[in-house]
């Protein structure tokens, strides 16, 4: 394939690329298939990112981040997707970090990020409930402000590092009826925490790895100081301000999936013989390569454009938005051709093709679903 290298990227984003490479052969790849059988990624790979200086790359230095910028979010997300690596759930991670970077109090960002940087506290948050998801404003979970402290009661479902968390980004009601002004954030550190119960680690379709969870609340006392940013009632404007970032790091490992995927197929069709040629040689399976290619690139570009726009903070939801719902679409569609040019063998787990497609699927729905990224856009028309 002709050689396309991002805009972005530069010197020194090649070598830390290389680092990531190298770490992800080395570290995760080995043992992915153990991480899948046991549905989560164990606690040692954090601390060991950590170490590597592979957390928290974009939360400025001063705040215990590594202090580079949006593009090395990316350059972690690339290697990891074309390799198939989804249990790590290193982007909620990070997404949790810019809530206190973004919203945080002083005390809140030293209190945290330093140990969200060194692996040792891992992050989630924690929106959905069984009765609410892309309708967040129904959401039941209670904090009752009492003395110091605020008293939860509820459950939430789907959390991505539910089961390894140390510490949720808690979305809950503090004044109930009042819709969005009612809702608020609290940051939970769940170790030791008495009334916080993890429940099981769900059994999904793919992201086999991930230890997406649900999480049980029954009178969970949190200081008041962790309320994010001090101020009740803010939480739904921090959501909001922050989801052009997690809609991007969607489009970003759905595209790294496609491009992965893409190698690994053509790869595949060069060496696998049917007929007496390889697969390769079928008309059909190059016309299939060239609209793959195609699409794959057309989804680079445009999330290249979303990476340069996130870096230079002019990235608007409405875009990210498109990102997400264009390029989820199209690495499923892309994916699926990638298993069918398999055959039988693009059904079995062991195939990489086989585990990103099914990884796929979800990529569609959560970070708010693509039928509510097009009500969005929609409404910008
Ligand atoms: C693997 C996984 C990981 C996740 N990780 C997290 C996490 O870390 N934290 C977290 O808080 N949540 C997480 N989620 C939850 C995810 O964000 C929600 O599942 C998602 O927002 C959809 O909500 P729902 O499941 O309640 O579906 P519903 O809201 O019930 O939607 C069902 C269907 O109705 C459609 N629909 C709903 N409203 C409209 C509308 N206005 N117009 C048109 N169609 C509509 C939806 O698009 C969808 O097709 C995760 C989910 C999964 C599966």
């Known amino acids: 394939m002709s050689a396309y290298l991002s805009p972005w990227m530069d010197e020194d984003l090649a070598i830390f ?15 992915d298939a153990a991480w899948r059988r046991q549905q ?36 972690l997300y690339e290697e990891f997707g074309r390799r198939g690596i989804t249990g790590f759930g290193q982007g909620v991670h990070s997404i949790c970090a810019h809530y206190l970077v973004n919203h945080g109090t002083d005390e809140q960002r030293r209190r945290f990020l330093p140990r969200m940087a060194s692996g040792e ?17 129904g959401i039941k979970t209670r904090a009752v402000r009492d003395g110091t402290d605020y008293v939860i009661n509820g459950s939430k479902i789907f959390i991505t590092n539910g089961y390894l968390a140390g510490l949720l980004a808690l979305v809950v009601k503090t004044t109930p009826g009042e819709g969005a002004r009612g809702t608020s954030i609290l940051l939970v550190e769940t ?3 008495e009334g916080f119960r993890v429940g099981r680690i769900l059994d999904k379709m793919g992201l086999k790895a991930q230890d997406t969870s649900e999480l049980f609340f029954e009178d969970v006392r949190v200081p008041a100081a962790n309320l994010l940013g001090g101020v009740p009632g803010q939480g739904f404007y921090q959501l909001m301000s922050d989801l052009p970032y997690e809609r991007l790091l969607i489009a970003v490992g759905g595209v790294a999936a496609m491009e992965g995927g893409l190698a690994a197929t053509l790869a595949y069709v060069k060496e696998r013989k049917a007929f007496g ?50 390029v989820s679409d199209a690495q499923q569609e892309v994916l699926d051709e990638c298993v069918q040019l398999h055959g039988g063998y693009g059904y079995m787990n062991e195939y990489l093709v086989c585990r ?20 969005v856009i929609s409404r910008s028309l």
Not at 52 to 73: C, I, K, N, Q, S
Not at 356 to 375: H, L, P, S, W
């Open 277 to 326: 040629r390889s697969l390769a040689e079928f008309q059909n399976t190059q016309f299939k390569l060239a609209e793959l290619a195609t699409k794959t690139r057309i989804a680079r570009v445009f999330v290249d454009d979303c990476i340069a726009k996130v870096v230079a903070g002019t990235l608007d939801t409405v875009t990210a938005s498109m990102a997400k719902y264009w």
């Open 191 to 193: 170790d030791g925490l």
């Open 17 to 31: 690329r290389g680092a990531v490479a190298r770490f992800a052969d080395a570290e995760m790849l080995p043992n």
């Open 356 to 375: 990103m497609f099914a990884d796929a699927r979800v990529q569609r729905i959560y970070g708010g679903t693509n039928e509510i990224m097009k009500v």
């Open 121 to 137: 506290l891992i992050g989630a948050i924690a929106m959905t409930e069984p009765a609410a998801g892309s309708d967040l404003q």
């Open 40 to 75: 989560h990624v164990g606690r040692e790979i954090w601390r060991k990112a950590g170490s590597m200086g592979m957390l928290l790359t974009d939360v400025p230095a001063e705040f215990g981040g590594v202090g580079g910028d949006f593009r090395h979010e990316a350059v």
